[in-house]
């Protein structure tokens, strides 16, 4: 019985804990739950995504608990609203990991808040589930606890590349984005990839997202020649009016860039829907539409959704997968390993092929990044329907 | 010599061992809170704590400039952003390849906030208040945009791990009482600082910035020393907050950040170290608590300053100084002691004389004053009369040095005055009152009138800093100067009152105690009787002779004609900016023009 | 690229130019510069879309509620934040009063609108792509307002008895006073006018800039370099001065990008700023001891 002693030893440390602060020691129970950190941003400037993860993440421990939970245990989600404020984040680890006990912690999900957090919890020694897509999150040496459930940065722009220059076969283009992290980081990394695939980036600049008027800079763009517009922004005004202004100089490029291009507050912004023609966001192979329908597990995930009444209109299906994958990940995780860090490493480190809705997961003790190359595509925005997209033309089925 | 002393000393006693420990018993309640925390084990208190140690190491040099100087900086969130990219940036070796020790980096950053502390500070020397306010809101706008421009040094938007201190004060409790004793060292230099010359003359500056000058405080020098120290802690605050946030980007240095540093200040009360002190914890703490608020957490901040602002100005230091919620005696009667003012002329001066030949000034179409002439010789009272507009304040304000005349000559003894530095007139020994008095009315009577004293102090800033011998004597000399003053214009019983609770007429010879402390070779009265009963005229007027007598000259510009023959020696009168008349006393009440004009004979 | 910067320039110049005279009439009714200006801006296109856009309301009556809602704000500016400090306005607590009172309607918005940038409405539809579409509604329309609100101004102070009323508090308001001039009432008046003028502001830029509470602080400080530079309380001035930044913005925008036009912009105010304390135009004021 393993994992019973395991549990005893836990609460014998617990309740030494306890006796140093002067409190009664509680009794611990076989069915104590198991607490997991959370830290999504659900206010503030950048809270969309987080509030649609938050749609998964939320629906998966409600079924998880009400299924029995873990072995007897219920998931208990310990959740701190970042509000997109770094200095908010890193009290909310200290909280988590010192106070809280957390066995796991999930998020944060913007690349500022993730940076600051990710050391940290490293040194606490807590294991990380990370939804976020910066590269430098993971890295087996520094932080041998993180786990990436979602492809990274360069994966993405990777697709982005692969679609512009291999599917649309097109070998002079624009990259730009805003000034945040997110941006500027993408931005340095896909430049050089692309050359490396061989196309030419006549234009490349970093803009700040509440410039009005981007007419200059795609007036720069087209003088030097460009024949496709990659934008990296997470900002919906800032890639509709690239769309707009695209649009209104009557130029006949495809954008192909950001998941947010195709989000609905970027539609909201658009001065014609048909500005919304020729242009690709980024998603993932497991979640859009190929003829017409979705792939079998996303189907069955959309019909659960659907009884379950969670709203899909103004967010994006992916988000939602990913919230509900990371819960059923770290529900088999703690099924297989227990709570104990090392035990969860170990079993972390040997999970294969794990077939989740938004992704199929493999990590290795060598590679925390589990999210496969080949089903990081691109897709039309314009067929957005129940929070998802068509496949972008040119890829098979 | 003892019977002098003897009041001045009785009236200090209860102010004793209780009185300190009275002062005192907050300061040794935090320190002993921040020194026993970490027996509570919980470490989600040490982060909460060590935030609030570094916001307050910030906190401790913005409230000079916000709280002393009264100079509206929004923008100060900028100097954290500098310290925090410096420090990151050098102990990470993105700048020229060389990976600095976090210590030094820290050092480094430090510095870096004092140089640009005084760069946006420069503003604020000519600008007007709102300008200032700009400008650092601006300045901070722009830190961030090179912060993200400039990818080699910061990582641009990606931002750039923060260095771990190594031992003694490596992360968890080390790095706790690391923040802890910087804490705690900035709150005893900027509190010495506030106790200072330095800081009763910062207040004047925000209060009574004419009286200051008069008092021979230059805006400029003092500021920029301000800048430099609030700017260096900004940095060195900066250079710890990217330790503790492990890793920084831009998006760090928000908006609200700055306006929470602010409002932190602005809750504890202006001129106060331990209120905006608490102001800061508080601002640091409470949003861990009240989660439901959160995403109201600015509109709470900015609420909460509006009401600070309208409702109780002095903020949270007003509401713990009970001292000066004790009822004042009714009835007060001001008895001056002209005996003791050859205490405070300890040393005499040989006979000399301001000359005006021939001034003019202009307003515009308006000629204030129109070709005068007037020798004010020491040891003689001259007063200056004449109807309302006639020039008798712009005279006065002219030789002040607050108006550069347009033609004419002002001498010293033959020797020409700096024209428009009214900050230099305290050197000559010129001091002066005002018609409206200018008071600092937050501070005690007794630092109202040590600030007359301000150019003789031999201390330096970094001196009184760190609170070295000579500031230490400075301050006693100061302080025994002050009370001789206030003995003198019979005012002592009343030294610890906040100035703002005096009335009228004790106002006015708390201005002539504070015109004392400077010895003055030459004493300016504007109007110093308006509004005072007839026996404090008389005792006035007393007064005034007994100076004069001390080897003073005193012009006095008065409505009172009975003041004016009473103690004058000579008399002008001016007109329309001219000399209308000027001779004796007897001789003016018998000039025809005169008695016909204003006498009303 | 030509016809661009000029257009957008001097749009957005227009806009700033508005914003620079909301502080003006603000300043001169009470010598009081006030960190709401910005915030009219930023609702003139936030109810302007939430009106037009959320509730389907007709545009023209959009209009008119946006500017009463505007005049609202003034007033309450004005007894709310301003009138409680003036009587110690050498302490400048108006500074904090109306940055405080400021960023609690900038809250509120954010919390009960939106953070991100919405669309405003387009009220009068061009095709962009011919030649008209240079003067699209988002480059003429503020400048249009601009023109209206200056010889709207110059009407009231030249040629109405109220408006010379205005004047002299502006010049010196212990003797207009004296004279028997309802001091508190034309100041409440001034600040009304004041919110009209930054509504309007908003409103007319709303297009361009989108309804967002970004432009806040945007306007804030864009629109008061132009007061800064060309002298306080001078609306040719601001006007001027607007458009010229408008302009410089646009061009460097073209030529060199975004970042750098602001770092410049900055540059320039503090150096003239530092050089001539009073603005370019501005005569310097004697002092007051």
């Known amino acids: ?248 100089m009557g130029w006949d490029v495809p954008i192909v860039g950001q998941t947010t291009l195709g989000s609905g507050q970027t539609k909201a912004l658009l001065e014609k829907p048909e500005y919304w023609n020729k242009v690709y966001s980024n998603n993932f192979r497991q979640v859009c539409y190929a003829n017409g329908k979705l792939p079998p597990r996303a189907q069955e995930f959309v019909e659960r959704l659907k009884k379950s009444k969670i709203e899909m209109g103004d967010t994006l299906l992916w988000w939602i997968a990913l919230g509900w994958d990371s819960a059923q990940m770290m529900a088999n995780v703690f099924k297989g390993a227990g709570t104990k860090n090392d035990d969860i490493v170990a079993y972390m480190n040997k999970i294969k092929a794990w077939p989740g809705v938004y992704g199929t997961v493999t990590w290795t003790p060598e590679q925390h990044n589990g999210f496969p190359d080949s089903e990081v595509v691109m897709c039309e925005v314009n067929s957005l329907k129940d929070g998802a997209f068509n496949l972008a033309p040119g890829y098979s089925a | 010599m003892t019977d002098a002393t003897s009041p001045i000393s009785a009236s200090k006693a209860p102010a004793g061992l209780l009185g300190r420990l009275e002062g005192s018993w907050s300061w040794i309640a935090l320190g002993l809170a921040g020194l026993l925390l970490p027996l509570l084990d919980d470490s989600y208190f040490g982060v909460i704590a060590q935030r609030a140690y570094i916001y307050w190491i910030l906190g401790a040099g913005l409230n000079l400039v916000v709280g002393y100087a009264g100079q509206i900086a929004i923008g100060w969130v900028a100097m954290l952003t500098l310290g925090a990219y410096t420090t990151a940036a050098l102990a990470a070796g993105r700048v020229g390849g060389v990976e600095w020790h976090p210590y030094l980096a820290l050092i480094a950053s430090g510095v870096m906030g004092a140089v640009f502390g005084v760069i946006v500070g420069l503003p604020a020397l000519r600008l007007r208040t709102f300008y200032f306010a700009m400008t650092t809101l601006g300045f901070a706008t722009i830190v961030t945009q090179v912060a993200l421009a400039w990818k080699d040094v910061t990582g641009g938007g990606v931002g750039t791990p923060g260095p771990v201190f190594p031992w003694p004060f490596d992360p968890g409790w080390g790095f706790y009482y690391f923040c802890f004793i910087l804490a705690a060292l900035a709150t005893w230099i900027t509190s010495n600082i506030g106790s200072s010359r330095y800081g009763r003359a910062l207040v004047a500056i925000r209060d009574a910035e004419v009286a200051a000058e008069a008092s021979g405080i230059a805006k400029p020098k003092l500021l920029i020393l301000i800048f430099l120290l609030a700017g260096g802690l900004g940095g060195v605050a900066g250079g710890l907050f990217s330790s503790l946030q492990s890793y920084i980007t831009p998006d760090a240095f928000t908006f609200e950040m700055s306006v929470l540093f602010f409002i932190g200040i602005l809750i504890g009360g202006r001129g106060s170290i331990l209120g905006p002190l608490l102001g800061t914890i508080i601002l640091t703490v409470l949003p861990e608590f ?166 003789d102090g031999s201390g330096t800033f970094a001196e009184s800093m760190l609170s070295l011998p000579r500031h230490r004597r400075d301050e006693k000399r100061l302080n025994e100067a002050a009370m001789r003053a206030l003995a003198t214009v019979g005012l002592e019983s009343l030294a610890d009152v906040r100035a703002d609770r005096l009335q009228h007429s004790e106002l006015r010879f708390m201005e002539i105690a504070r015109a004392l402390m400077l010895r003055p070779a030459f004493l300016l009265l504007d109007e110093p009787a308006a509004g005072l009963s007839a026996e404090e005229i008389r005792r006035l007027g007393a007064l005034i002779k007994a100076i004069s007598r001390e080897g003073t000259g005193v012009l006095l510009v008065e409505h009172h004609a009975d003041l004016i023959f009473d103690i004058c020696d000579r008399v002008t009168v001016l007109n329309l900016g001219k000399t209308l008349a000027a001779g004796t006393p007897a001789e003016i009440r018998s000039h025809r023009e005169v008695v016909s004009a204003y006498l009303g004979a | 690229m030509f016809a661009s910067i ?50 389907g309301m007709n545009a023209v009556l959009a209009f008119v509620l946006v500017m009463v809602a505007g005049a609202v704000l003034g007033l309450v500016t004005e007894i709310l934040t301003v009138r409680p400090v003036l009587k110690s306005i050498e302490q400048h607590l108006y500074v904090l009063s109306t940055l405080a009172f400021a960023l609690m309607i900038q809250q509120v918005t954010a919390i009960e609108y939106n953070t991100e940038p919405q669309p405003f409405p387009v009220l009068f539809p061009i095709d962009p792509n011919s030649w008209l579409g240079i003067v699209d509604q988002k480059f003429w329309l503020p400048v249009l307002a601009c023109i209206v609100t200056v010889l709207g101004l110059e009407f009231l102070y030249r040629c109405t008895l109220i408006g010379r009323a205005f004047l002299a508090i502006a010049e010196d308001s212990y003797a207009a006073r004296a004279l028997g001039l309802p001091e508190t009432r034309l100041r409440m008046a001034s600040y009304a006018i004041a919110g009209v003028i930054g509504a309007l502001a908003g409103f007319t830029g709303a297009q361009m800039l989108l309804a967002f509470i970004g432009n806040q602080a945007i306007l804030n400080f864009y629109g008061f370099v132009p007061v800064a530079l060309g002298g306080m309380g001078s609306n040719r001035g601001a006007v001027i001065g607007g458009l010229a930044l408008g302009l410089f913005q646009q061009a460097a925008n073209f030529l060199v990008g975004g970042i750098f036009a602001s770092v410049a912009v900055f540059a320039v105010f503090i150096i003239v700023l530092l050089l001539r304390p009073e603005g370019l135009a501005g005569a310097a004021a004697a002092r007051r001891v």
């Open chain 3, 6 to 55: 000029v257009s957008y320039g001097l749009a957005v110049g227009a806009v700033y130019a508005l914003i620079g005279i909301t502080y003006n009439v603000m300043f001169s009714a009470s010598r009081v510069f006030s960190f709401t200006a910005g915030m009219l801006g930023m609702l003139g296109g936030v109810l302007g879309a939430l009106f037009i856009n959320g509730l």
């Open chain 2, 290 to 455: 009240a989660a439901p608020l959160v995403q109201w957490s600015t509109f709470l901040y900015a609420a909460l300053l509006l009401v600070i602002v309208l409702v109780i100005p002095g903020g949270i230091a007003d509401l713990l100084d009970y001292k000066n919620r004790r009822p004042l005696e009714q009835h007060r009667e001001i008895v001056p002691r002209p005996e003791l003012l050859s205490r405070i002329f300890d040393v005499k001066s040989g006979p000399s004389a301001i000359t005006l030949a021939n001034i003019a000034l202009h307003f515009g179409g308006v000629r204030a004053i129109d070709g005068l002439d007037l020798e004010i010789r020491s040891g003689e009272v001259h007063g200056l009369i004449g109807p309302n507009g006639s020039g008798k304040t712009t005279t006065l304000n002219v030789i002040s040095g607050y108006y550069r005349p347009n033609s004419g000559q002002l001498k010293l003894n033959g020797a020409e005055l700096p024209i428009n530095k009214p900050y230099a007139r305290a050197a000559y020994r010129i001091a002066r009152t005002f018609q409206t008095p200018r008071l600092v009315g937050g501070a005690s009577v007794l630092e109202n009138v040590m600030i007359g004293g301000t150019i």
């Open chain 1, 1 to 248: 019985m393993p994992i019973s002693r395991r549990q005893v030893l836990a609460g014998s440390a617990v309740s030494a804990a306890a006796l140093v602060q002067g409190f009664p020691a509680p009794a611990i129970a076989q069915n104590e739950p198991i607490k997991v950190g959370y830290l999504p941003a659900l206010t503030g400037p950048s809270s969309s995504t987080g509030v649609g993860i938050n749609r998964g993440v939320q629906l998966g421990v409600e079924v998880i608990n009400s299924a029995g939970g873990i072995n007897g245990r219920k998931i208990e989600l310990i959740s701190r609203d970042t509000q997109s404020d770094p200095t908010k984040a890193v009290n909310a680890v200290a909280e988590l990991t010192q106070r809280q006990k957390v066995s796991m912690i999930f998020g944060p999900v913007n690349s500022g808040e993730a940076l600051a957090a990710t050391p940290l919890i490293a040194r606490d020694k807590v294991p990380m589930l990370h939804p976020c897509w910066v590269d430098e999150l993971i890295d087996v040496k520094k932080y041998p606890m993180a786990y990436r459930i979602a492809p990274t940065n360069t994966q993405v722009g990777g697709g982005a590349n692969y679609y512009v220059v291999d599917v649309l076969k097109l070998k002079k283009v624009a990259v730009i984005s805003d000034t945040t992290g997110y941006g500027t980081a993408s931005v340095n990394t896909y430049v050089p990839m692309l050359k490396a695939k061989g196309a030419e980036v006549v234009y490349t600049n970093h803009i700040d997202a509440a410039n009005p008027d981007l007419k200059p800079e795609l007036l720069r763009m087209q003088a030097a020649g460009a024949q496709a517009i990659m934008p990296w922004s997470v900002n919906a005004g800032f890639l509709s009016r690239i769309c707009n202004t695209r649009g209104a």
